[in-house]
């Protein structure tokens, strides 16, 4: 009897800015903006398609292609700012801080952006396109370390706002009125905090070079650490992404020049994709892009 064909299975490794699942005939790639020490776009080849001659701490790529940006301290903008620009660089909307850092944007709902202070009097603001503050959340944090106050807020869909704080290891969901109606402490600092579909809260830990899922009684369901993965690739756990896929994206906020800043890995802890570049700038917060360079509709980071 003649012996079964079996079908072969391609074995694919690479390395640089793209890299690949073991087990696919084609290697994942993506596309995605970069917030950090430098700000920039980069195509599914790998290739910088387009900068911004600002460090940032986060942003999002928007549907008409303008990138909205939490901008870094600096000379020019001494306590933070908020901008939308244009491809061609044209700053289109600014808001500047007022403390002593802004560390986070959002796009909301009609022409509306959220963005969070660090300071003495820690809040959450939305603001609309005049410049005109629209909402106003004073947040429960330590004002010892401003820095280490809050990361990557976010509006939830119920209205209220989901708050990684730092130094306090904690996430907190705060209602319009800056009352807590839910918490979770967590092993290391958080820096990002999603609210997922299913209720649970997938939380990047800096430090702890990890990444946790909690369901709604902030009890752990998952995590992915250094020990799950080869060569320890996560250098501080900042920027995180929940693709549609299932499968999550963590940016490695240390990693310098030929180092893994970026990862993806499968539920089941399986390395994907990876991205390494020269530069010796890390990434702080990223956001992946389609092939096309548009953004997923409502993205899970």
Not at 11 to 31: C, N, Q
Not at 78 to 101: C, H, M, N, T, Y
Not at 120 to 140: C, I, M, N, T, Y
Not at 171 to 182: A, F, I, L, N, S
Request: proline share 7%; with cysteine.
């Amino acid at each position: 009897m003649p012996r079964p064909l079996f079908p072969l299975i391609a074995v694919v490794l690479l390395h640089g800015p793209l890299a690949s699942s073991a087990f696919a005939a084609e290697p994942t790639k993506h596309a995605f903006l970069a917030t950090g020490g430098e700000t920039f776009i980069v195509d599914e080849a790998g290739k910088v398609v387009w900068k911004y001659p600002q460090s940032s701490r986060d942003g999002w790529v928007l549907e008409n292609g303008n990138v909205l940006l939490a901008l870094s301290k600096s000379k020019t903008h001494p306590g933070g700012a908020v901008v939308e620009v244009g491809r061609d660089g044209k700053v289109l909307f600014e808001f500047k801080g007022a403390q002593s850092e802004v560390n986070t944007v959002q796009p909301l709902g009609g022409g509306r952006v959220l963005l969070t202070e660090a300071g003495d009097k820690p809040r959450v603001l939305e603001v609309s396109r005049e410049g005109k503050v629209v909402a106003e959340v004073p947040l429960q944090a330590q004002t010892k370390d401003h820095h280490l106050q809050t990361r990557m807020t976010r509006k939830l869909a119920n209205g209220n706002y989901l708050v990684p704080q730092l130094l306090d290891r904690v996430v907190r969901e705060y209602d319009p009125k800056g009352k807590v109606v839910w918490e979770a402490k967590t092993p290391h600092m958080p820096f990002t905090a999603i609210r997922l579909p299913n209720g649970n809260t997938l939380v990047g830990c800096t430090l702890g070079n990890l990444v946790i899922e909690v369901d709604k009684e902030g009890k752990e369901v998952w995590r992915v650490t250094n020990d799950d993965l080869p060569n320890k690739p996560i250098n501080d756990a900042c920027g995180v992404q929940r693709l549609a896929n299932g499968n999550t994206v963590i940016t490695s906020h240390h990693a310098t020049a030929g180092q893994v800043k970026l990862l993806e890995v499968t539920r089941d802890k399986k390395v994907v994709w990876t991205y390494t570049d020269d530069r010796k700038p890390s990434i702080h917060h990223f956001q992946i892009l389609d092939a096309k360079g548009k953004p997923e509709k409502d993205p899970l980071r």
